[in-house]
C-alpha cells in the first residue's frame, strides 16, 4: 500500500496574504509530492512498505542502512508537511487558550517570550529544517531540527526529542517566493496562520 499526498485541507490561496498560493501550490504540489513518491521508491519490495508513516519515522534507526537515508529524508519529509499543513488554517492565529496556554506560560513566560524563542529556534537553524514545538516528558519544549528530521526519529538521529504538537518549515521553499532572504518576516506571518485548536488537540493527546 503505497504511501499517498494528502489533500491540503483548504485551498492554495486560503492563507494569503501571509502564506501566498504560489507557495502553497509548489509546497504541497511538488515538495511534499515529491518526497511521497521518492519514499514509495525506496521502500519499494522491502516489507517496510508495509508500515505507517509515524511507524517509519519513530523507527528510523531500524531501517536497514541501504534505504536508511532515503527513507528519513522522504518519510520524514512526508511525515513533516502532512503534519504541517494540518497546524495552518485560514483566519486562524491569536493565541491558544487553556490547558495549552497555561502549559505555554509554565515553560517559557509569556506567550511572547514563546513566540520569541519559536522564532528563534527557526531563525538560528542553519539552512534548511524546522522549528518545533514538543511536550517530552511531559514537559514543553522548543528545539529545531535539519533537513526533514523530526523528534519522533529521537534525540541520537534528531538531535532533539518529543512529541511534535506545532512545526514551522524554515526551508527556503517554504517562504523564498513570498519573503526572500528574510525568514525572519516568514515566521512572524507564520502566527497569522497557526491553528492553535489543532495544537491544543496534539498537546492534549501527547500529555
Ligand atoms: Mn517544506
Known amino acids: 500500500m503505497p504511501h499517498e499526498l494528502p489533500a491540503l485541507p483548504y485551498a492554495h490561496d486560503a492563507l494569503e496574504p501571509h502564506i501566498d498560493k504560489a507557495t502553497m501550490e509548489i509546497h504541497h504540489g511538488r515538495h511534499h509530492k515529491a518526497y511521497v513518491d521518492n519514499l514509495n521508491k525506496a521502500l ?7 508500515k505507517s508513516i509515524c511507524d517509519l519515522v519513530r523507527e ?8 536508511k537515508g532515503p527513507v528519513r529524508n522522504n518519510g520524514g519529509g512526508h511525515w513533516n508537511h502532512s503534519f504541517f499543513w494540518k497546524l495552518m488554517a485560514p483566519g486562524a ?11 505555554i506560560n509554565a515553560a517559557f513566560g509569556t506567550f511572547a517570550d514563546f513566540q520569541a524563542k519559536f522564532e528563534a529556534a527557526g ?28 523528534p519522533l526519529m529521537g534525540k541520537a538521529v534528531a538531535g532533539c526529542e518529543g512529541k511534535p504538537i506545532l512545526g514551522c518549515d524554515v526551508w527556503e521553499h517554504a517562504y523564498y517566493l513570498k519573503y526572500q532572504n ?14 492553535w485548536a489543532e495544537v491544543a488537540k496534539g498537546f492534549a493527546a501527547a500529555k
Open 182 to 195: 528574510k525568514r525572519a518576516d516568514y515566521l512572524k506571518a507564520f502566527w497569522n496562520v497557526v491553528n
Open 123 to 150: 531563525l538560528t537553524r542553519f539552512g534548511s529544517g524546522w522549528a518545533w514545538l514538543v511536550v517530552n516528558g511531559g514537559k514543553l519544549e522548543i528545539c529545531s531540527t535539519a533537513n526533514q528530521d523530526n
Open 44 to 50: 519499494a519490495g522491502s516489507p517496510l512498505e508495509a
Open 60 to 67: 528510523i534507526a531500524t531501517v536497514p542502512d541501504n534505504i
Open 93 to 103: 492565529g491569536g493565541a491558544p487558550t487553556g490547558d495549552l496556554a497555561a502549559a
